[in-house]
Each structure stands twice: as C-alpha cells, then as structure tokens.
C-alpha cells in the first residue's frame, strides 16, 4: 500500500531522492533514469528554448514544478520554460511556468500521453509539448496549447526533424541529427 507524502514531507528529502521521483495525487511514483539520448534530446530543446525565449523567461532541465500542494503534485518534466524573475523562487508553481516538454520513454507512454497532459492543463500551464522518439531516429513533436476556459488542451502543429514555434517567441530547431 503507498503512504501519502505531503508538501512538507517531500521539501525535507534530499535533492537526489527528489530527482528521481514525481509525486502525482500524494503517492511518490519512482522516476526511472533516462537514456543518453532522451537526455541529449531534453538538452538540445531546452538550449533552443532558452536561446529563443529572450530575458523574460528561461529554459532548463530536471527541476520540479509543484502543480498542487494538496494532494501534493509535483512533476518534473524533461524542459520547462518558466519566467527568469522566478528563478530563485521554490517550489516552481505553474504561473511561473510557460511551457512543459515531456520526451517519452518506454515505460512512460501512458503518463506522458494522457496524464500529464491532463494535470498540466487543469494547473493552467499555456503550453505543453510531447516528443516521440519514432523508429525512424528523427523526434515526432506534439504541441498543445491551453483553452483557459475548459482547462484543457487543443492540439497545435505537429513538427518532425525541425520545430518553428510561434508566439511568445519563434523556435527553430533542427532535431535530425539526435
């Protein structure tokens, strides 16, 4: 049986137990390590964000983002986009945040397609992304932008091998060669 963990109980745990678990509706769900290229992946697309993004806002990997305090849910997407005068500001709360990208993993499908998708959404996160790693070797992105009525997402483009994002700010990255 999972222990419910409360905000309090999650900020007192060390920085390596954090990195290597979500807690989603209060019960710590084991995050396993990613491989080199989800990793490389996540890298590239947060160096693009933050290149585009301008001062106002910064793009960086593995950090959580508590998107309820109860039941406590924290996730830690693969990039976040989230206003730089946030920085030294934790937990990171879905107002600083612009942008979650998830790159699923074998074993994370379900939680990345259906999941996240729908507790980023209720949070009020403007835009989430989701990256396929196809067969091909070149990443399938999926982009989602928040209807701030329902709460809930509306497809956007999708992109392969090369994204070109708009407003807020204009992305142009080459995935190919991950």
């Not at 290597?20 to 697309?45: D, M, Q, W």
């Not at 990208?101 to 994370?108: F, I, L, M, N, T």
């Amino acid at each position: 049986m999972h222990q419910r963990i409360t905000a309090a109980e999650y900020d007192s745990w060390p920085e390596e137990r954090c990195a290597s678990t979500e807690i989603a509706v209060g019960i710590a769900v084991a995050r396993p390590s990613a491989s080199k290229r989800h990793n490389r992946l996540a890298r590239v697309l947060a160096n693009a964000l933050d290149a585009a993004s301008g001062p106002e806002w910064n793009a960086d990997t593995d950090f959580d983002v508590r998107l309820q305090d109860v039941p406590l849910t924290n996730r830690r997407p693969d990039v976040v986009v989230y206003r730089a005068d946030t920085i030294d500001i934790t937990p990171t709360r879905p107002e600083h945040v612009l942008l979650v990208v998830e790159v699923v993993s074998p074993g994370s499908e379900t939680t990345d397609r259906i999941v996240k998708v729908d507790q980023y959404a209720k949070a009020g996160i403007a835009f989430y992304w989701r990256v396929e790693q196809a067969a091909t070797g070149v990443p399938l992105i999926y982009t989602y932008i928040l209807d701030p009525a329902t709460r809930a997402y509306r497809t956007g483009e999708m992109y392969t091998g090369i994204i070109k994002a708009t407003a807020p700010f204009t992305v142009d990255i080459d995935l190919s060669d991950i």
